[in-house]
Every structure is written in structure tokens, then in C-alpha cells.
């Protein structure tokens, strides 16, 4: 490993398309202001929106996790990611006509001590919504059934850049 960078991973074909498709239709409504932490909303940091996963998508979702841990583990495996628990699956919704975004923080969480996060990338078809890593510099647009992989420590920043057309969906967990 020579960066930092080396950390973040991005894995296509994690998730069957037709299941992100699925989980779209599925989880159409019922949406609420996602929060920045601890329950409080701030729209001007993260306009974007939550929902539970619908349980019938969870099998999908865990066995997906495994997966891409197993991948993660075999480029990392000195984290020994195969050993933890997740924190559970939120579908996430970046709408265009809010110019869906989340600037930079990092995913320290002090009730669950998190070790990686986990976003499962559900469509392609919007503008926008990048992932931006350490202020722009590290850039990722994934594809329709990726996962993002990266450690949930303060040295990585990172962001969802502001989605410019259609709405972006997203299923995230994190490692602990």
C-alpha cells in the first residue's frame, strides 16, 4: 500500500442489478430527512433521505456484504473485516430537485466503534452523486450494483457530491 487511496475500493457486479431494480420500486415512499448523527437533521450538510431496507431484500443485502467483505479481506487482510457485524441497511435516496448531496465528514460513530464503511450503489442513471474523497481529490462514479468499500476513521473524508439529474440510490452499512 502506497496511499491512502489504496483503501477506498470499489467492487462492480457485488449486487444482481435486477435486485437493485427491485429494491427501488419497492422502497418508493415513506422516505424521511436523513440525519447527520445522533437523530439531528441538517439539510444545508446532508440533503438527502432514509428509509429502512424492506426486509425482504435483506438476505440479499447480507449475502452481498459477505461477499465484498470476502473481496475486501483479500486485499486488506490485516483489518480481518470477516469477523465483524454490520450495523444493519438504510436505503438512501439523493433526490435531484434537492440537489441531493452529503459534504464532507467521516464515519465515526461513537455507539457502534464502526471499522468499514459500505455503500451498495443501486442505479447509474442520474448526474452528479459522486463519491469524493479528501476534498475532491479522489473522485469515484460507480456503477448499478457496486460497493464502495473504505476504513470509518478520520482519514478518510469523504463526500456525495450534489446530484445534478435523476435521484440516486444507495443501500449503506457499516462494519463494526
Same mark, same amino acid.
Given at each position: 500500500?502506497?496511499?491512502?487511496?489504496?483503501?477506498?475500493?470499489?467492487?462492480?457486479?457485488?449486487?444482481?442489478?435486477?435486485?437493485?431494480?427491485?429494491?427501488? /420500486?419497492?422502497?418508493?415512499?415513506?422516505?424521511? =430527512?436523513?440525519? %447527520?448523527?445522533?437523530?439531528?437533521?441538517?439539510?444545508? $450538510?446532508?440533503? +438527502?433521505?432514509?428509509?429502512?431496507?424492506?426486509?425482504?431484500?435483506?438476505?440479499?443485502?447480507?449475502?452481498?456484504?459477505?461477499?465484498?467483505?470476502?473481496?475486501?479481506?483479500?486485499?486488506?487482510?490485516?483489518?480481518?473485516?470477516?469477523?465483524?457485524?454490520?450495523?444493519?441497511?438504510?436505503?438512501?435516496?439523493? /433526490?435531484?430537485?434537492?440537489?441531493?448531496?452529503? =459534504?464532507?465528514? %467521516?464515519?465515526?460513530?461513537?455507539?457502534?466503534?464502526? $471499522?468499514?464503511? +459500505?455503500?451498495?450503489?443501486?442505479?447509474?442513471?442520474?448526474?452528479?452523486?459522486?463519491?469524493?474523497?479528501?476534498?475532491?481529490?479522489?473522485?469515484?462514479?460507480?456503477?448499478?450494483?457496486?460497493?464502495?468499500?473504505?476504513?470509518?476513521?478520520?482519514?478518510?473524508?469523504?463526500?456525495?457530491?450534489?446530484?445534478?439529474?435523476?435521484?440516486?440510490?444507495?443501500?449503506?452499512?457499516?462494519?463494526?
Amino acid at each position: 500500500m502506497n496511499s491512502l487511496t489504496d483503501f477506498i475500493k470499489c467492487y462492480e457486479n457485488i449486487l444482481e442489478t435486477d435486485v437493485c431494480s427491485q429494491i427501488i /420500486k419497492t422502497n418508493i415512499d415513506d422516505f424521511e =430527512k436523513a440525519y %447527520v448523527h445522533k437523530g439531528q437533521i441538517d439539510f444545508n $450538510t446532508r440533503r +438527502c433521505y432514509q428509509k429502512p431496507l424492506d426486509l425482504k431484500f435483506e438476505k440479499d443485502i447480507f449475502n452481498s456484504v459477505g461477499k465484498v467483505l470476502q473481496k475486501y479481506n483479500n486485499e486488506i487482510p490485516y483489518l480481518d473485516t470477516l469477523k465483524n457485524n454490520d450495523t444493519g441497511y438504510t436505503h438512501l435516496l439523493y /433526490k435531484e430537485q434537492d440537489k441531493g448531496e452529503y =459534504k464532507e465528514h %467521516v464515519d465515526e460513530a461513537h455507539f457502534h466503534q464502526r $471499522t468499514i464503511s +459500505c455503500s451498495f450503489i443501486l442505479n447509474d442513471n442520474y448526474e452528479g452523486g459522486l463519491f469524493s474523497f479528501f476534498q475532491g481529490s479522489h473522485q469515484i462514479k460507480p456503477i448499478k450494483g457496486s460497493a464502495i468499500l473504505f476504513p470509518s476513521n478520520f482519514c478518510f473524508p469523504h463526500a456525495v457530491t450534489p446530484v445534478t439529474e435523476g435521484n440516486r440510490h444507495a443501500i449503506i452499512t457499516w462494519i463494526y
